[in-house]
């Protein structure tokens, strides 16, 4: 298997194909319906109607447009009242700026909004890893099979998500891998120990459903988590599904994974995650 | 940060600064003989915004252009009823303003246009027709057998497979889900793995050794050669196990695998070809029995 490497692989290509430019006092628009079934357009889930703004520097996110220029005709405006007219203000230039001010709000809000439309994109942020440790540990007492079952299990979480760390936990026994903040200077065993003992701590047990903290503040969640995780997903893993529910089943195993971007999960990376961690369920 | 967590931040209920290792959250009381395990942590609070917006994405698509529409209007009225000329340039405090805020009406209106462009198009699915069935070869180990029945119940669940073919070492060592109707008896019509072998279909899969996605089915002269799937199957998804075989999964929406689906399965593949490699070498598979 090659190195880790992190990228997240959901990226819907909205190939602009028309700049649009619009002043205050002119506007112009074209829409094109772009139908073709060329090989790489199989690939596109949306079939697209093309109207797209950019500036066409790459990396930069025109859906947060919006939020700037509230940001700065609000500012304007403001400025404006105080220091625009040497009279007092009129009763339709307050109205005005009000009204300004309540757009300017509302602009700045419609990014927050835009991002759980259908069909909106994720923008990378580049991952924060400072003070943390790239490690794979995994527990020694499980089979051949298992660990090569975990081995997988982390390595095409990590490609395929935008995870930076993923723990697996099945009948005790642990899979870490990515980054996480971990004591310097511990053995393999010792390693896997604390983990342990995190877990413990925080009560990852008796899991009915799965946990996700989309938006996680800068102060952080967890002692093993770095500083630049913003994401949480915590899939538990149901062992003995179809056997009869007179005795309440207990669930000690589940699936953590820890990204750096807000909102990282989709519901589609979210089935993906409930199935990867499926496979460990009556594995043993 | 940007503004947008800030809003979101107010809604958190419980304290983000508070350390897991202090006793100092809520506790759960469960239901359960052994209460002694549990989880302590902080619990996500339901997003109710995120809930609302894709409950109501037309309305909150259309949004926008209505607010920025009604603050035109409400902008040139008040300007029309306070008895000022209407003259647009900027040497007044007020026509600064009006200005500023036709901007921002503007831009709204534009950005309720573009959420009405990037609206994902619904294809609906169409339902197979065809018979259940669940072939699996009778000389696959148990380790097999059910990596294999994951991978179906993996596929089935997430994706719009409706459909899965496993043929290795030119044997069809899997035929679940939904498939042809036999002529002869009303069973599914049975794979055959020689033929398909033979066919263009699974020899470029095999030159290029990487997954081939048929998105609209309709559209590809080499249906014919998958005569084991229903009729009506919208897309296909050939996915290569090593150089050894191949994986057919039939999906009942156009364009119904997402990107992500892709790297999934083609990851899968992977998997199953390490696995069958491992405990399929030298064994002859027999012919396969239906379970």
């Known amino acids: 298997m090659s190195g880790l490497s992190t990228h997240p692989l959901v990226q819907l290509k909205i190939r602009p194909q028309f700049r649009s430019k619009f002043s205050r006092k002119s506007v112009t628009i074209y829409a094109r319906i772009d139908n073709s079934q060329t090989s790489q357009d199989q690939q596109q889930e949306l079939n697209l109607s093309v109207l797209r703004f950019t500036f066409g520097i790459p990396g930069l996110d025109e859906s947060y447009l919006p939020r700037w220029i509230g940001y700065g005709f609000g500012s304007l405006l403001l400025l404006n009242h105080f220091l625009g007219s040497n009279s007092a203000t009129s009763p339709p230039q307050l109205r005005t700026e009000a009204l300004g001010l309540s757009l300017a709000a509302f602009s700045i809000a419609l990014p927050f909004f835009g991002r759980f439309l259908k069909g909106a994109t994720l923008v990378d942020q580049p991952a924060l890893h400072q003070g943390a440790e790239q490690i794979f540990v995994m527990s020694e007492n499980i089979s051949n099979t298992q660990k090569e079952d975990l081995a997988w299990a982390t390595y095409v979480l990590l490609r395929n998500t935008n995870t930076i760390a993923v723990l697996i936990s099945i009948q005790g026994e642990l899979c870490v891998r990515g980054y996480w903040s971990t004591p310097d200077n511990l053995s393999k065993t010792q390693l896997l120990d604390w983990f342990k003992r995190q877990i413990e701590n925080i009560g990852l047990f008796d899991l009915k459903e799965t946990l996700y903290f989309p938006q996680i503040s800068e102060s952080g969640l967890w002692e093993m988590l770095t500083k630049g995780t913003r994401s949480l997903l915590v899939e538990p893993v149901i062992q003995g599904i179809g056997r009869s529910t007179n005795e309440m089943e207990k669930t000690e195993d589940f699936v953590l994974l820890a990204s750096s971007i807000g909102y990282a999960y989709n519901d589609k990376d979210r089935a993906w995650i409930r199935a990867v961690a499926n496979k460990f369920a009556g594995s043993h | ?291």
Request: some cysteine.
């Open chain 2, 1 to 291: 940060m940007e503004a947008g967590t800030f809003l979101h931040l107010h809604a958190i209920p419980w304290n983000p600064k508070r350390k897991a290792s202090l006793p100092n959250f809520r506790r759960f009381v469960r239901a359960s003989s052994n209460s002694q395990a549990r989880y302590r942590g902080p619990k996500p609070y339901r997003n109710l915004v995120a809930d609302w917006v894709s409950n109501n994405d037309d309305t909150v698509r259309t949004f926008p252009i209505f607010v920025g529409g009604a603050s035109l209007l409400a902008v040139l009225f008040n300007r029309a009823a306070s008895g000022i000329a209407p003259v647009a340039d900027a040497s007044s405090s007020q026509s600064r303003a009006d200005l500023l805020t036709l901007g921002l009406a503007v831009t709204n209106i534009l950005t309720g246009l573009v959420w009405l462009t990037i609206r994902p198009k619904s294809i609906s699915p169409v339902n197979p027709q065809g018979v259940e069935c669940r072939i699996i070869s009778s000389s696959l180990p148990d380790v097999v057998v059910s990596e294999l029945l994951w991978v179906w119940e993996s596929l089935s669940a997430v994706t719009c497979c409706r459909s899965l073919v496993a043929v290795y070492d030119s044997i069809c060592i899997l035929q679940i889900g939904m498939a042809a109707e036999s002529p002869n008896d009303g069973e599914a019509l049975p794979v055959d793995a020689a033929k398909l072998m033979q066919g263009s279909l699974f020899q470029g899969v095999m030159k290029s050794g990487a997954q081939s996605y048929l998105a609209n089915l309709s559209l590809y002269p080499g249906r014919s050669e998958l005569p084991f799937f229903p009729k009506n199957t919208q897309a296909v998804i050939l996915q290569p196990l090593g150089d050894r075989g191949i994986v057919i999964i039939g999906g009942d929406t156009i364009r119904g695998f997402t990107t992500s689906d892709q790297a999934w399965i083609t990851f899968i593949g992977e998997k199953l070809d390490a696995t069958l490699g491992k405990y399929v070498i030298n064994n002859p598979l027999a012919v396969q029995d239906r379970v």
